[in-house]
């Protein structure tokens, strides 16, 4: 079987990765990184949101080997560093902003890459960015509240 190098979240993992494995197995299954989560399998939910690159991809359809060589971050990477939590999830806790959680990690994933490309989001770019995410809970409305108490954090502490 294929083996890869994949680099992510700054380390390096050597998967094994047949033709059109799906990066969300090699994540979970070889990585041991189970924060990505496996929702629909289509790409349509958003579940399975990671960076690759700094954009937001979904990892239930991308092939693990068309990322070798690229920049991964997951859930597990986002904070600055160890034991800080990304303004994101401070928010995302401090708004109770999960009521079922499961697709939170991609709901988080996308809303991170949204404030890294445009930290003073406005509603309509909340809304465009997050459309492919689906929260079957409706929790919409805490979503775009903690995407904004996050963006008035990171502008407020300079972060980005």
């Given at each position: ?46 579940a399975c949101t990671v ?19 690229k920049k991964i971050t ?87």
């Amino acid at each position: 079987m294929p083996k890869i190098t994949l680099s992510i979240n700054q380390q390096d993992y050597q998967v094994e990765a047949p033709s059109g494995m799906p990066l969300l197995w090699a994540i979970r299954e070889q990585c041991g990184l189970t924060g990505t989560k496996f929702g629909c399998g289509i790409a349509q939910c958003g579940a399975c949101t990671v960076h690759v690159d700094g954009k937001p991809v979904r990892s239930c359809i991308t092939p693990a080997a068309s990322v070798e060589g690229k920049k991964i971050t997951t859930i597990e990477g986002i904070a600055p560093k160890p034991d800080v939590l990304h303004e994101v999830q401070k928010a995302w806790i401090e708004l109770q902003t999960p009521q079922c959680g499961y697709c939170q990690s991609g709901q988080i994933m996308s809303a991170v890459a949204l404030l890294n490309e445009n930290p003073n989001p406005s509603d309509s770019d909340i809304d465009e960015a997050m459309s492919g995410n689906i929260c079957r809970c409706g929790m919409y409305g805490r979503i775009r509240a903690a995407i904004k108490q996050a963006s008035a954090a990171i502008q407020q502490n300079d972060i980005l």
